[in-house]
């Protein structure tokens, strides 16, 4: 199959938003919002693949006029646009977060439990909302973490040494704990800081993405997603087209159909859809 004809052939788009259809201010290219709305018109549907929480999502979803489900929490979550009907969720299991908390006491390393709604933390975590790298994101500071184990979607560890934050993603890993997925990964602000998120096994963009594929009654030939980070790797190793922003990361780039030549504070996106669109428009 030519470029061209699987390009005539891509019916859903979905975006990475922080670092691609995002700027670094926080705001969609005028132009991507353009073609959006054209794109439309040729039957293209448009969702989010994104770390943020599904409330911080609404706002970008109502900009671009996006109804269908999203994706948020790296997989985790994935909610209608009015956020009453779940698609898809996965809680972690409370022995797995009750594990995270006795961890980070021990070794003084910043937690916090990520729900669906918001993220909670504890006035001994209190630099939380600064440190996490979750835009938009409804930070709740509670007296104890022990009413908010049982339906903890995401568990993120915070912290300034990497040796012992590497070490609590080894204890969270096989064989010490079973039924886990991790990401341990630098901080895109801070760069002393590192992150280990913890989820159940079976979250991630990739899985996210083939599950919503299969939601909506489409195909991974009928799909592109556009990506920029490291959390974006799973949906680069399914079999829809791969488009990589500029800015992205070297292992992105090495795996995408289409590397673009503008970043996402160039309007990025805005150079693919564009293309998405001659391709629809072509006789």
Not at 43 to 63: C, K, N, V, Y
Not at 90 to 118: G, M, P, R, T
Not at 148 to 177: H, M
């Amino acid at each position: 199959m030519s470029d061209i004809d699987r390009l005539k052939n891509i019916n859903l788009v979905v975006f990475d938003v922080d670092g691609t259809l995002l700027s670094d201010k926080g705001e969609v290219g005028e132009k991507t919002k353009q073609l959006v709305k054209e794109l439309k018109k040729h039957g293209i549907i448009f969702s989010f693949a994104s770390g943020r929480l599904h409330s911080a999502l609404i706002p970008i979803a109502e900009e671009l006029n996006i109804h269908i489900p999203l994706i948020s929490l790296d997989g985790t979550v994935i909610k209608s646009y009015q956020g009453k009907e779940y698609v898809y969720r996965s809680f972690l299991k409370q022995k797995h977060v009750n594990k995270a908390i006795e961890l980070s006491e021990k070794f003084l390393v910043n937690i916090a439990l990520c729900h669906a709604d918001a993220i909670y933390y504890t006035e001994s975590n209190a630099v939380i909302p600064k440190l996490l790298d979750k835009y938009g994101a409804f930070y709740k500071e509670v007296k104890s973490y022990d009413d908010y184990t049982s339906e903890t979607l995401e568990i993120v560890f915070a912290g300034d040494n990497r040796r012992i934050v590497a070490y609590l993603r080894d204890k969270f890993s096989f064989p010490f704990t079973l039924g886990c997925t991790i990401s341990f990964f630098r901080s895109h602000t801070y760069d002393e800081i590192y992150y280990l998120e913890v989820r159940r096994s079976g979250s991630s963009k990739g899985k996210a993405l083939l599950r919503l594929i299969k939601h909506l009654k489409t195909s991974v030939n009928n799909t592109a997603v556009i990506g920029d980070w490291y959390n974006d790797i799973s949906l680069f190793e399914t079999k829809v087209l791969k488009v990589a922003m500029q800015n992205a990361i070297a292992e992105l780039k090495h795996n995408a159909d289409i590397v673009l030549s503008k970043t996402n504070n160039e309007d990025g996106v805005s150079e693919f859809l564009e293309t998405l669109l001659e391709a629809k428009t072509k006789k």
